[in-house]
């Protein structure tokens, strides 16, 4: 028996867009994470800790599968980055064809397995900056493990973070409607995200832990650290910032984490839009429960509020991506204001001016579609913060027109 489900037009065209970017991922080439012949030169190096749940693969060039494994693996992978003067920030240059061309594409030039707790701490001691600060991020849905491993190289490299990279990448197929695997996948992988943080935490190499996590990956980061708290009876206080991008995550839930994670949790910081597709399909798919990275500030601001989270709107942020759900990686603003931020401290400033907040001048805030509006502890970026930023940049000789500076 075939059943006709009533479908809008809204549905049909949120479906067609992402048929779209499921076409246009499938014709990526694979085996990308072999280890070239010889090492580029100039080209910029990101070597990071990639721990995972996934299924190791037999194939040398991918690594790991979209399956689910029995433990927790690490490798050390180094990715080589074209020169900037071949690619702009945010991109990630994938290979047209194997071998890769190092001087306009992003290439794996070293792959090496981290098979103990002691070459761990190794790893930690080996690339620990001055601080002592590592970075973990968690992907989001519809990531193959190369996938999130050229992201993150990307991220590091265009946020200019000297932190330690460490990159937890748990069994996403990589296929846009796998959905439903792809949740219970991030389910099945809090524990060992949980062990990944107090690990990183008890390395006397680490002081200073940030989690930057997106989409689904948004709401595998807060379990974890609700599943730490509550093995723990509390957060380590090395874990000092979260920064959750479009969290694909329940606004109920998201309040019952934060709840059962106690008073003494790190600084949350929530990129959010409302021009986020994907967002709008999750919460189709959620039975119509608003999702925290796609939700209308006015609706959600006094919860965060009284929970002390800082709130950043990028709804006005262009982004290359059909969804709208990644300019936190690839919009050259968002990358730049991570990048001041994601090692250690916090968005949120206080009773800061709103460029004092964000830890930018009037210069390189110039031609940013991110929008400030003063309120603390919740810095909630909207439409009335553009008042105060003309003020701000005209006392300083600056001109604030059409959501550009200039002197």
């Given at each position: 028996m075939i059943v006709w489900l009533p479908v809008s037009g809204r549905t049909v065209a949120l479906v067609l867009v992402l048929c779209l970017v499921a076409?246009?991922?499938?014709?990526?080439?694979?085996g990308v994470l072999q280890p070239l012949a010889a090492a580029p030169t100039d080209t910029s190096q990101v070597t990071m800790l990639v721990a995972t749940t996934r299924?190791?693969?037999?194939?040398?060039?991918k690594l790991y599968s979209g399956d689910r494994g029995t433990a927790i693996s690490l490798n050390s992978v180094t990715v080589s980055i074209p020169s900037d003067r071949n690619r702009k920030i945010g991109e990630v240059q994938w290979p047209a064809r194997m071998p890769p061309n190092p001087e306009k594409e992003f290439a794996a030039t070293e792959v090496a397995k981290v098979q103990s707790q002691e070459q761990a701490f190794d790893w930690y001691r080996r690339n620990r900056n001055s601080r002592r600060q590592v970075i973990i991020f968690v992907h989001g849905f519809n990531n193959t493990y190369a996938d999130a491993v050229f992201r993150f190289a990307q991220i590091v490299h265009d946020s200019g973070t000297d932190a330690a990279p460490i990159l937890f990448t748990w069994p996403s197929r990589g296929r846009v409607f796998d959905y439903l695997y792809?949740?219970?996948?991030?389910?099945y992988s809090r524990r060992a995200l949980e062990d990944l943080i107090l690990q990183a935490a008890k390395s006397p190499d680490v002081a200073d832990v940030t989690i930057l996590a997106h989409s689904m990956g948004g709401w595998l980061a807060a379990e974890a650290l609700r599943g730490v708290a509550m093995r723990e009876k509390s957060i380590p206080t090395k874990v000092k910032n979260v920064i959750l991008a479009s969290p694909d995550i329940d606004i109920d839930v998201v309040r019952r984490q934060f709840v059962?994670?106690?008073?003494?949790?790190?600084?949350?910081?929530?990129?959010?839009?409302?021009?986020?597709?994907?967002?709008?399909?999750?919460r189709w798919l959620s039975g119509g429960v608003d999702r925290v990275g796609g939700s209308d500030l006015s609706s959600v601001a006094p919860m965060l509020e009284e929970l002390g989270v800082s709130v950043i709107d990028t709804s006005g942020v262009a982004t290359r991506d059909a969804l709208g759900h990644?300019?936190?990686?690839?919009?050259?603003?968002?990358v730049r204001l991570l990048g001041r931020r994601l090692a250690g401290q916090s968005l949120d400033g206080g009773k800061a001016s709103v460029t004092g907040q964000i830890g930018m001048t009037a210069a390189n805030f110039a031609g940013s579609a991110a929008r400030l509006a003063v309120a603390a502890p919740v810095a909630i970026i909207s439409p009335e913060a553009r008042e105060v930023l003309k003020r701000e940049f005209s006392s300083d000789g600056g001109q604030f027109v059409n959501g550009q500076i200039s002197y």
């Amino acid at each position: 028996m075939i059943v006709w489900l009533p479908v809008s037009g809204r549905t049909v065209a949120l479906v067609l867009v992402l048929c779209l970017v499921a076409s246009g991922c499938a014709n990526r080439v694979q085996g990308v994470l072999q280890p070239l012949a010889a090492a580029p030169t100039d080209t910029s190096q990101v070597t990071m800790l990639v721990a995972t749940t996934r299924k190791p693969s037999e194939d040398p060039g991918k690594l790991y599968s979209g399956d689910r494994g029995t433990a927790i693996s690490l490798n050390s992978v180094t990715v080589s980055i074209p020169s900037d003067r071949n690619r702009k920030i945010g991109e990630v240059q994938w290979p047209a064809r194997m071998p890769p061309n190092p001087e306009k594409e992003f290439a794996a030039t070293e792959v090496a397995k981290v098979q103990s707790q002691e070459q761990a701490f190794d790893w930690y001691r080996r690339n620990r900056n001055s601080r002592r600060q590592v970075i973990i991020f968690v992907h989001g849905f519809n990531n193959t493990y190369a996938d999130a491993v050229f992201r993150f190289a990307q991220i590091v490299h265009d946020s200019g973070t000297d932190a330690a990279p460490i990159l937890f990448t748990w069994p996403s197929r990589g296929r846009v409607f796998d959905y439903l695997y792809d949740r219970e996948s991030a389910n099945y992988s809090r524990r060992a995200l949980e062990d990944l943080i107090l690990q990183a935490a008890k390395s006397p190499d680490v002081a200073d832990v940030t989690i930057l996590a997106h989409s689904m990956g948004g709401w595998l980061a807060a379990e974890a650290l609700r599943g730490v708290a509550m093995r723990e009876k509390s957060i380590p206080t090395k874990v000092k910032n979260v920064i959750l991008a479009s969290p694909d995550i329940d606004i109920d839930v998201v309040r019952r984490q934060f709840v059962e994670m106690g008073s003494k949790r790190p600084h949350f910081t929530i990129l959010t839009s409302t021009r986020d597709k994907a967002m709008e399909v999750s919460r189709w798919l959620s039975g119509g429960v608003d999702r925290v990275g796609g939700s209308d500030l006015s609706s959600v601001a006094p919860m965060l509020e009284e929970l002390g989270v800082s709130v950043i709107d990028t709804s006005g942020v262009a982004t290359r991506d059909a969804l709208g759900h990644n300019a936190f990686a690839d919009s050259p603003e968002i990358v730049r204001l991570l990048g001041r931020r994601l090692a250690g401290q916090s968005l949120d400033g206080g009773k800061a001016s709103v460029t004092g907040q964000i830890g930018m001048t009037a210069a390189n805030f110039a031609g940013s579609a991110a929008r400030l509006a003063v309120a603390a502890p919740v810095a909630i970026i909207s439409p009335e913060a553009r008042e105060v930023l003309k003020r701000e940049f005209s006392s300083d000789g600056g001109q604030f027109v059409n959501g550009q500076i200039s002197y």
